[in-house]
């Protein structure tokens, strides 16, 4: 698999990758130029746009669909269209995306389309009882829908401990996340109801344990979630993917259960050019792709991204592996 970026005529990241209608649909970030500085608050994302991109095979061409919704168009955002991600339940689309909110905060809105590739009309306001960053939809077996979500520091999950928004937690002892021997911040989940479009359970965390049957711990900055979750399933097995942040490892754990909890599995992905990593994973051809990104395009500049695709395997105990 040649690493070349999927398309180069603008630049994107975050890929969420889906099989709609036997093709495959990338649903990634669309990164522009800016003169912020990079920040740990992430100010130089400063995305206003998505667009849909879509392959009939890995390697194939790839069609851009254009923008297909817009900052502008969603009455409740003020800026910052984030990683976004899609589904499809009952003859309908959805695209869930994060952005700030008038007063800063990032929330979760969610927008309607008849086609994957979009266009996608925006609910007037975010799901309630949503907030932070990177939602991740699964879509089970059964019928039954969850959204996953959450990132640190810019993502202000750290914000979101108590259940109410604190702006200032943390910044105490000057991180953007609890320190020491304690329990990292946990990613949170909720069941969808069936419109697609609100919350069937209250946000809970989803637990990500290592081999003694414990929660990973703040100072484990190679294992504990920083944002980036994604969900798929492999042999009957739930797979919670995530990115570790500053330590930039792409890691996964395995449950039995889409609600966890998870034992921590190991790493996908070692580092990559750029500060971010952010992925889907999605069966395709009866084999298992990785979309990812780095800033090759760009040549290493943090903000602009570029969507890249790779195999991975599964050995005969379920754990992921790039080389067969």
């Known amino acids: 698999m040649s690493d070349q970026p999927l398309v180069t005529h603008i630049y994107t990241a975050d890929p ?25 608050n992430g100010d130089q994302y400063a995305m206003v746009d998505y667009h849909v991109l879509s392959l009939p095979e890995i390697g194939g061409p790839v069609t851009d669909h254009g923008v297909v919704l817009s900052l502008r168009q969603i009455p409740w955002a003020s800026k910052q269209l984030w990683a976004p991600d899609a589904a499809f339940k009952d003859g309908k689309y959805y695209l869930y995306f994060p952005a700030r909110d008038q007063e800063g905060v990032f929330r979760i809105g969610v927008a309607v389309g008849d086609k994957p590739e979009g266009p996608f009309a925006p609910e007037p306001e975010p799901i309630a009882g949503s907030y932070s960053i990177d939602p991740a939809s ?11 979500f959450g ?15 604190e702006a200032d937690k943390y910044q105490v002892n000057g991180s953007m996340e609890p320190v020491g021997d304690v329990r990292a911040l946990q990613p949170r989940v909720a069941r969808l ?71 921590y599995g190991g790493r996908i992905l070692e580092p990559v050019l750029g500060w971010t990593t952010h992925h889907s994973i999605v069966e395709f051809g009866e084999r298992w792709w990785l979309f990812y990104h780095d800033t090759t395009l760009s040549g290493g500049h943090n903000h602009l991204r570029c969507v890249k695709v790779k195999e991975i395997f599964y050995d005969a105990d379920g754990q992921i592996r790039l080389d067969p």
């Open 16 to 40: 969420s990758a889906h099989v709609f209608n036997g093709k495959i649909y990338v649903y990634p970030s669309h990164d522009v130029k800016t003169d912020i500085q990079d920040n740990d």
């Open 151 to 165: 990132g640190i520091w810019g993502g202000q999950l750290q914000c979101w401990s108590s259940g109410a928004y």
């Open 193 to 263: 109801n069936t419109d697609m479009k609100s919350f069937a359970s209250p946000v809970q965390n989803l637990a990500i344990l290592d081999i003694d049957g414990q929660p990973l711990k703040a100072h484990d900055h190679d294992r504990r979630f920083f944002e980036a979750a994604w969900m798929h399933k492999y042999n009957g097995r739930y797979y919670f993917s995530y990115s570790t942040g500053d330590t930039h490892f792409l890691c996964y754990a395995i449950g039995d259960n889409p609600l966890g909890p998870f034992t």
């Open 138 to 148: 699964f879509v089970d077996e059964d019928g039954e829908a969850y959204l996953y």
